[in-house]
C-alpha cells in the first residue's frame, strides 16, 4: 500500500513545485559529464562560459537528480521502515527524477528579464514537457494509494492511521539534495547577475515593450513577463506530449505560439542582451576568481553526490 493524501509528496517533487521559470529552484544544464572550465585569457566570461560557470554551482542535471534522489531515501527510508515494522503493508511513493527530460540549452542558467540567451523557444517548450511529466507520474501514483487506502476496513485505516501518525519521517532532507556550499554560493552568484539585471532594465525596458507592442503583444515589459503569458496559455498536463513525441494540434499551435513569441523577444531585447553582458561578462570573471576555491569545493562536492546517486536516465 502506498502513501495516501496524508503524505508529504517527496523532495524531488516539490522542486516541481517552485517556479522553475523565475529562478526560484535553481535550474540546471543537462549535460551528462563534468562541468566545462569558464576561465578566460581575456577576463570575460562568455555567455556559453556562464552556463557551464552556472552548472559548477547548481549541478548538471545528472548531479541534481543524485542530489534529489539522496534526499528522497533519507526522508522516506525510516517512515517505511517503521511502517512495515507496524505490520502496515506500505509501499512509499517511488522516487520521480524531475530532470530526467531537463532542456540541455543554455537558457535555464539565466532566467532573467534582459540576459538570457536569444531566440531559444526550445527551453520552454522541453520545461513544460519534463515538468508535465514528473507530475503526471507523481499524479497517478498519489491517486492510486488514496484509492487503496479507501479501500481498507475501519479497523486497517485505523492501524495505518496510527502508524503514520507516530512514525518519523527522516530528518535533514531539505538540504541533502546539494553540496554544503550551495546556499551561500548561489546566492553571491544571484546577486551579480540580478544586479545586472534589473540596471538595464531602468534603460531598457521602455523601448523592449513598445517594440514587444509593435510585435503584437501588449503588456509584456520584460521576458519573464513573456514566459507568465506563454505559460499561461500552456495546454494542461494530460494534452502535453513527452518529449520526442509531436503531440496533438492544441500542443502544435501552443509551440508554434511560443516559436513565434522568442523571435519577437529576441528582436526586441537584442540591444538590452548586448549592452548587459558587456557588463556582466567582466562580473563574472571577478566572481570567478574571487570564488575559485569555493567553485571547486562545489563541484567536488557535487561529483560526490553523483557517485552515491543516479542521473537522470
Known amino acids: 500500500m502506498r502513501h495516501t493524501v496524508r503524505h508529504i509528496i517527496p523532495q524531488a517533487t516539490l522542486m516541481l513545485l517552485c517556479v522553475a521559470l523565475t529562478g526560484a529552484c535553481g535550474q540546471a544544464t ?75 540549452t543554455g537558457s535555464s542558467t539565466f532566467d532573467t528579464s534582459w540576459l538570457a540567451p536569444l531566440n531559444d523557444p526550445e527551453y520552454l517548450t522541453q520545461f513544460v514537457q519534463s515538468q508535465a511529466a514528473a507530475q503526471r507520474t507523481t499524479g497517478a501514483d498519489v491517486a492510486a494509494s488514496d484509492k487503496a487506502y479507501y479501500s481498507l476496513d475501519p479497523a486497517a485505516k485505523k492501524a495505518w492511521d496510527d502508524a503514520m501518525a507516530n512514525c518519523p519521517r527522516g530528518l ?6 546539494h553540496p554544503a556550499g550551495y546556499s551561500a554560493l548561489i546566492g553571491v552568484f544571484h546577486n551579480v547577475v540580478n544586479g545586472i539585471d534589473h540596471s538595464i532594465g531602468a534603460t531598457y525596458a521602455g523601448s523592449y515593450a513598445s517594440c514587444m507592442n509593435s510585435a503584437g503583444y501588449p503588456d509584456v515589459s520584460d521576458r519573464l513577463g513573456l514566459l507568465a503569458t506563454l505559460q499561461a496559455q500552456q495546454p494542461p498536463n494530460d494534452e502535453i506530449p513527452d518529449v520526442g513525441s509531436s503531440g496533438g494540434p492544441d500542443w502544435q499551435a501552443w509551440v508554434a505560439s511560443v ?32 570564488n575559485a576555491d569555493a567553485l571547486a569545493a562545489e563541484e567536488a562536492g557535487w561529483e560526490k553526490i553523483l557517485g552515491g546517486g543516479v542521473g537522470p536516465s
Open 30 to 104: 543537462a549535460n551528462a559529464g563534468g562541468n566545462a572550465p569558464t576561465s578566460t585569457s581575456q577576463g570575460v566570461v562568455t555567455p556559453d562560459q556562464a552556463d557551464a560557470l552556472y552548472s559548477e554551482i547548481a549541478g548538471t542535471a545528472d548531479q541534481r537528480a543524485a542530489g534529489d534522489q539522496l534526499a528522497y531515501h533519507i526522508e522516506e527510508d525510516p517512515l517505511t521502515t517503521c511502517m512495515t515494522g507496524a505490520g502496515i503493508n506500505y509501499t512509499p511513493i517511488p522516487f520521480v527524477n524531475q530532470w530526467k527530460d531537463w532542456p540541455s
Open 172 to 177: 535533514g532532507y531539505e538540504d541533502a539534495w
Open 259 to 290: 516559436g513565434q513569441a522568442f523571435k519577437a523577444d529576441g528582436t526586441c531585447r537584442a540591444a538590452a542582451y548586448s549592452a548587459g553582458w558587456a557588463s556582466l561578462g567582466p562580473a563574472l570573471s571577478q566572481f570567478e576568481t574571487e
